[in-house]
């Protein structure tokens, strides 16, 4: 992770070098480093502190919070650590210390004990060295107060802590999960014309819908309509591979709460045309691509997967 995170930094070490980039620049250069949707925030962001802050970053909490895709916790850690404004963070871990410190009970799951809990942190923030105070208590629930067997010997506040003293480690903090695992089955298309390969970017999918990726779509019982095949894959899957596609392989993807079972389905065309014309009709824009380069076109550990079973191919 460190070296992809590194050679990102390398490429845009600056918030204006970060502005200016194209964004499928910028999230072939994140792969790897998680989702795609924090590069688009991060790329948003440092335009935005280009056109309002001259490319500086602001110093106050509600200026941070205008930030794309920065939140509460991560406007105070910035805030705390780089500037050593009295701003306590609330991350996982720093929930967990705080729940059992303070013999905390309730979900802590919800939005209810964000409220709680944050009120909680800023009591017990060191005012004198916020950054400092921070890091240490997120770092004392990350390798001291772990989620299963804490080390509560080792921890510098197992004297007060409510869960140590009345051994209710295992219960505290209550965690309820409202969202279940979402199981779904799909196709993911591979059409070849000569050994250039078929990419689609269809603003209505419900997953990679800002980037070129390979057409694909959700086959099998659906939880709401947001999951529903598009017209466009299923006129590629009608009119393209006809009533008998050839299967390559199988794999399994997740994200988020998500887990999906894809097929991976492919065909041989003697001509673009008709496909393009079909990308035409439905508003879609579309792409040939090689396949050396698809994981940099479709940036993606999607494309990945796919591409293990392409390598054994004679397109």
């Known amino acids: 992770m460190l070296p992809l995170y590194e050679s990102f930094i390398k490429r845009f070490p600056t918030p204006e070098s970060l502005a200016s980039a194209e964004e499928a620049e910028v999230l072939a250069h994140w792969k790897g480093l998680g989702y795609y949707s924090r590069a688009r925030n991060l790329r948003k962001a440092a335009i935005f502190l ?3 802050y001259n490319g500086s970053f602001p110093k106050d909490l509600t200026s941070v919070l205008k930030l794309p895709g920065i939140g509460n916790y991560t406007a105070r850690a910035v ?3 780089a500037y050593d404004l009295p701003l306590a963070v609330l991350d996982g871990n720093v929930k967990r210390v705080l729940s059992r410190y303070y013999g905390y009970s309730e979900n802590i799951l919800t939005s209810k004990a964000d409220i709680d809990l944050q009120k909680l942190a800023d009591g017990f923030l060191n005012l004198d060295h916020p950054g400092d105070h921070n890091q240490a208590v997120m770092e004392l629930g990350s390798t001291i107060c772990l989620p299963e067997s804490p080390k509560c010997l080792l921890c510098p506040l197992t004297d007060s802590c409510f869960a140590r003293i009345h051994q ?3 219960e505290i903090p209550l965690r309820v999960k409202d969202k279940k695992q979402i199981q779904l089955t799909a196709e993911i298309l591979v059409f070849f014309y000569k050994k250039d ?10 997953f990679l819908k800002e ?3 390979l057409p694909y779509g959700f086959t099998g019982e659906i939880p709401a309509e947001a999951y529903e095949p598009t017209s466009l894959f299923l006129a590629l899957r009608k009119s393209l591979l006809g009533p008998d596609p050839k299967t390559i392989g199988q ?5 988020t709460h998500h887990k999906m079972n894809f097929s991976v389905l492919t065909s041989q065309l003697e001509e673009k045309s008709r496909v393009e014309t079909l990308a035409k009709e439905f508003a879609v824009e579309s792409k040939w691509v090689t396949l050396s380069t698809l994981d940099s076109e479709f940036p993606s550990s999607l494309a990945s997967k796919v591409k293990k079973f392409l390598l054994y191919l004679e397109p």
């Open 50 to 52: 280009v056109q309002n």
């Open 79 to 81: 805030l705390s650590i």
């Open 168 to 170: 209710m480690t295992s």
């Open 197 to 206: 390969i078929l990419l689609v970017r269809e603003p209505k999918m419900r």
């Open 211 to 213: 980037m070129f990726h």
């Open 251 to 255: 794999f399994k993807h997740t994200i």
